[in-house]
Structures are given as structure tokens and as C-alpha cells.
């Protein structure tokens, strides 16, 4: 079999493996608030965002056109083909063990940190599109930071206008409304998530001869589609846990502030085709609400291992890229 051909067809399967694992890794922060206000029960909630994360990854392709060609010109990309399988693995890598200890931490971080990483291994800084990559990490800097002050003014308006109300009542109420704004979390993480699968993948047929412009092929979004649909269908206990529960005691009333703020900045994200960390907007969305109805009922210490974690995530992913690289580079 022709090496390149072989190798192609392990990204397309490492690439469609990180959507799936992105899948009940990150998706359980969009239905995290509405299982833990018992607005959905956990198997109906996984149901509703297992549907809304494939017609959205099914909607766009703005931000995969930016991964394929932003970050690395796949064009010049030396190495190319080992450079972004030594990526997926490390960015893999990452997602499992961070899964494993209950840990939100970003997908997007991790696989733009493993392309650099392991681009860089292979041709130095040069190799970098800086005028790209620096783009992508404004967005994944400042949308956690717009997701908080947003988290906190909605929150803030819902105080003013329903002050007045009953707030058993009002949390009941908020509690069937909880229910499609969890649907259209689910929905815009299905937008900008499911894309990078579709980028790299994108990325790795350019490199390697399969095609000639960064446009997504049918058969690439529809596959990422599925493999993020069916890895949300298997959820991710452990970061509902954490994101639903550890950050501060969540109402429905908190709950759908958080999910209308990070739905909002995600889609923004997506309609000017720029990644960001679904995780970093969900969890810093609670963090303003929960800053907003009281500051002190926060569990900053959560919020701090946390923050540890994202500022990790990328020069780890990239050093492990880095060394995934050296390896393939021995045997491929």
C-alpha cells in the first residue's frame, strides 16, 4: 500500500477518534447546567445534544477552513503528514487523561497547541503562520474573559426584571425555558467544535495531494458530524459533574443566563469563523453568573484549577506533539 495513501487514512480515523472523544469530552459542559437543575433528565439531556451537536457540526465550515490553513500553510507544511498525525495523537492523549480526572479542559487548546508543537518540530518557528495563529489565541484568550462580563451582565438583568417575582415560580418556569437553551448550547457547540476535526482532516489532504483549496468536502462534514453526534450519545460524567456542580450551586434561573451567554459568544465565535474553547466559554459563562448572583457562593478554588489546567493545556499538547513527532518521524 502507497505510505501516503496508508497515512492519510490513519489521520482521517485519528481525526474522526478526537471528534468523537471531543465529543463526550466538551459536550457534557453544554447540557452540564440543565442536568444539574434537573431541567432534562441525564439520558434525555444526552439525547438532545447528541442531535443539536450533529445539525450543527452539519451548518458550517468557516472555522474548519481557518484550522486548515491558519495555524500551518498545509501547502509548504513539511512533513506534513506525520507533522498532523503526531498532532491528533497528542491532542488525543490530552483529552483522555484530562477526562479521566474530571478536568474541563479545552480540546481547542490542546489540538492547535499539538499543530504548532509538532509543526515546529518538524521546520522550526518559521513554519508557524503567525499572522493566523496569533488570531486563533486572541479568540481563545478573549472569549472566556467576554463569556464572564456577558455571563455577569445577563445575570444582572434577570435580577432587575424578575426581582419581584415568586422565585420558586420563577425557577419553574425557568426550568421548561432551561430546556431549549440547552438544545441551542448544544447546537452552537456543534458549530465551531466539530469543525476542527473537519479542518484537520481538510488540512491533511492538502498536504498530502488529495486536493487543492480548503473548501470541506461533503464526505468530511458529514463523517465529523456523526463521530461528534455519537461520541456526545456516550456523555462525559465526570466533567458534568465538575462544570455542573463545583463551580457554584446552579438554579435554573443561573442556568439558563449561563447557557443563553455561552451560546451567544460561540456562535459569534463561529460566525466570524474563528475556534474557541467551548469549555472555556461554558464554565467561564457560569463563573459571571455565579460572580453576579454572589461572589462569595463561587467555588473560586475550582475555578482555579481550572484556569491551571487551560493555561497548560497548549504548551503541554504542544510539547507532546513535539515528541509524537520525533517518534513517527523514525518509523514513517
Known amino acids: ?36 437543575t434537573k431541567a432534562l433528565k441525564p439520558r434525555h439531556a444526552i439525547i438532545l445534544a447528541a442531535t443539536m451537536n450533529f ?38 492523549f490530552w483529552n483522555l487523561l484530562t477526562w479521566y480526572y474530571g478536568i ?17 518540530a518538524a521546520a522550526g518557528f518559521e513554519s508557524l503562520n503567525y499572522s493566523g495563529f496569533l488570531k486563533i489565541l486572541e479568540a481563545l484568550i478573549l472569549s472566556p474573559i467576554i463569556a464572564f462580563v456577558a455571563g455577569y451582565i445577563i445575570y444582572s438583568i434577570f435580577k432587575v426584571v424578575f426581582k419581584n417575582n415568586n422565585l420558586a415560580k420563577t425557577n419553574r418556569n425557568f426550568r421548561f425555558f432551561q430546556v431549549g437553551t440547552a438544545a441551542l448550547q448544544a447546537f452552537t457547540h456543534g458549530t465551531n467544535d466539530a469543525q476542527k476535526a473537519m479542518g ?12 487543492t483549496s480548503p473548501d470541506i468536502q461533503h464526505w468530511v462534514q458529514l463523517s465529523c458530524a456523526l463521530a461528534m453526534g455519537l461520541g456526545t450519545s456516550i456523555g462525559g460524567w465526570k466533567i458534568i459533574k465538575t462544570v455542573g456542580g463545583k463551580i457554584m450551586k446552579i438554579r435554573p434561573v443561573n442556568g439558563v443566563a449561563a447557557d443563553l451567554t455561552g451560546a451567544m459568544v460561540i456562535f459569534g465565535a463561529t460566525f466570524i469563523h474563528l475556534p474557541v474553547s467551548t469549555t472555556h466559554v461554558i464554565s467561564s459563562s457560569i463563573l459571571g453568573v455565579g460572580a453576579s448572583h454572589r461572589v462569595k457562593g463561587v467555588k473560586w478554588g475550582t475555578a482555579q484549577r481550572m484556569l491551571i489546567t487551560w493555561v ?10 513535539a515528541l509524537c513527532y520525533y517518534i513517527l518521524n523514525i518509523f514513517l
Not at 18 to 34: L, P, R, V
Not at 59 to 67: L, M, S
Not at 200 to 211: L, P, V
Open 104 to 120: 474541563p479542559s479545552s480540546s481547542s487548546h490542546a489540538i492547535i497547541g499539538a499543530i504548532a508543537g509538532a509543526a515546529i
Open 55 to 92: 445539525v450543527g457540526a452539519l451548518t458550517f465550515t468557516g472555522v474548519a477552513k481557518t484550522i486548515s490553513k491558519d495555524i500551518v500553510d498545509p501547502f509548504t507544511l513539511h512533513n506534513g503528514q506525520i507533522v498532523i498525525l503526531a498532532a491528533l495523537i497528542a491532542a488525543i
Open 200 to 211: 484537520i482532516i481538510t488540512m491533511a489532504m492538502i498536504a498530502n495531494g488529495y486536493q
Open 1 to 36: 500500500m502507497d505510505t501516503v495513501f496508508f497515512v492519510t487514512v490513519l489521520i482521517v480515523i485519528a481525526a474522526l477518534a478526537f471528534d468523537f472523544i471531543n465529543g463526550f469530552h466538551d459536550t457534557a459542559n453544554a447540557i452540564a447546567t440543565s442536568v444539574s
Open 312 to 321: 497548560i493545556t497548549l504548551p503541554i499538547s504542544a510539547l507532546v506533539a
